[in-house]
């Protein structure tokens, strides 16, 4: 059983639309869930952090959780080009300190 | 912004040859970690390291790697007898303490080819 699942897309969105990203997770006891950008060739990039159901926006970005379902969700508003690559979503299940990460969304956000 | 650095950014090797990777957590943290993502795949945890000794460590991080902090700043990967599948690119990150689980944020990573 995979730890933490993605859609691996590609998710096409055009310019300036909403692109919603999903991720779900096996770990009942997980307590932290994380939503990082990974651009090709490059090392993953924090983009957001959360640990309590429910909603938290920073900026563009609003990351949602909902443990009952053990879900976990990123959207992105108002989709530049730039915000395409591959989202990578990361849950810290029991064991503390150790990662899991899923497989990756990619994200195409077209002209 | 502080940053994790890791050298070399690519690391050309025979097969069989030893290697070592090397990273430079950001300062103030306390809990390092290896990760490794064969290309086209998703990042794999390795190792987690903490007060000098590995903390985890995956089924992957078998006899042939070995992790050390040999100073107050390095922390370093070291793989032995190299296979062509360990050809990957490896990050290392670091994460503060605290109780609970801090983001950990990611050095831009070594190119590991095996020749």
């Known amino acids: 059983q995979k730890e933490v699942e993605q859609n691996s897309g590609p998710l096409s969105v055009p310019e300036g639309a909403i692109a919603s990203l999903n991720c779900t997770y096996s770990d009942r006891g997980s307590q932290s869930f994380f939503w990082y950008r990974q651009y090709s060739g490059k090392s993953p990039e924090l983009i957001m952090s959360?640990?309590?159901?429910g909603d938290k926006e920073d900026g563009r970005f609003t990351a949602q959780l909902n443990k009952a379902s053990q879900y976990v969700s990123l959207l992105i508003r108002d989709s530049q080009p730039s915000d395409s690559a591959t989202y990578l979503c990361a849950v810290i299940g029991s064991v503390f300190n150790k990662f899991y990460f899923g497989s990756g969304t990619k994200l195409n956000v077209k002209p | 912004e502080p940053e994790v650095t890791q050298t070399p950014s690519h690391q050309v090797t025979q097969m069989g040859q030893e290697v070592i990777l090397r990273c430079v957590p950001i300062s103030n943290h306390l809990y390092f970690y290896w990760y490794r993502q064969i290309l086209g795949q998703k990042v794999e945890f390795l190792v987690s390291f903490y007060n000098n000794e590995i903390s985890e460590k995956s089924e992957i991080f078998d006899d042939q790697f070995s992790v050390e902090r040999p100073d107050g700043s390095n922390f370093t990967l070291k793989i032995r007898s190299t296979k062509l599948e360990d050809s990957a690119m490896y990050f290392c990150?670091?994460?503060?303490?605290?109780?609970?689980?801090?983001?950990?944020?990611f050095g831009d990573g070594t190119r590991l080819s095996i020749l």
């Open positions: 959360i640990y309590s159901n």
């Open positions: 990150a670091s994460s503060e303490a605290g109780g609970r689980g801090l983001p950990q944020h």
